[in-house]
């Protein structure tokens, strides 16, 4: 992961499904809502340490409805589904970005081995 990060540009798509992010490096990225829902960076999810780390279950169509800017290092996303607490900061986003099929591939196994899905909710 790169220690610095800086975006030139950030849109949300029209469909709010996916978050497009520019960066300084030249990187471009097209994350899609889900990742950045199962992969917040709050305490919800991740917890406090990562036995605590949670697998969001039923998100494959959740939407982002708003994009706040914290500081000049960071977005907090506001889901549809209510979640509203994660602050990505610009290296995050580009390392979630970056990464995305590899860290998609370890959220659909850890799905898998809690007998879980990405279209209904954990009961």
Avoid: C
């Amino acid at each position: 992961m790169t220690n610095t990060a800086w975006p030139t540009e950030i849109r949300l798509s029209a469909d709010k499904r996916s978050l497009a992010v520019a960066f300084e490096d030249g990187v471009t990225v097209a994350i899609p809502a889900e990742l950045l829902r199962v992969e917040s960076p709050s305490a919800e999810v991740q917890g406090h340490s990562p036995a605590e780390r949670r697998t969001p279950a039923g998100k494959r169509g959740v939407t982002v409805i708003d994009v706040e800017t914290v500081g000049n290092y960071a977005v907090k996303l506001v889901f549809d589904d209510g979640h509203a607490t994660g602050i990505y900061s610009w290296v995050a986003l580009h390392d979630l970005g970056t990464r995305q099929d590899d860290i998609m591939r370890d959220y659909l196994a850890r799905l898998a081995a809690a007998g879980a899905s990405r279209d209904v909710p954990a009961a």
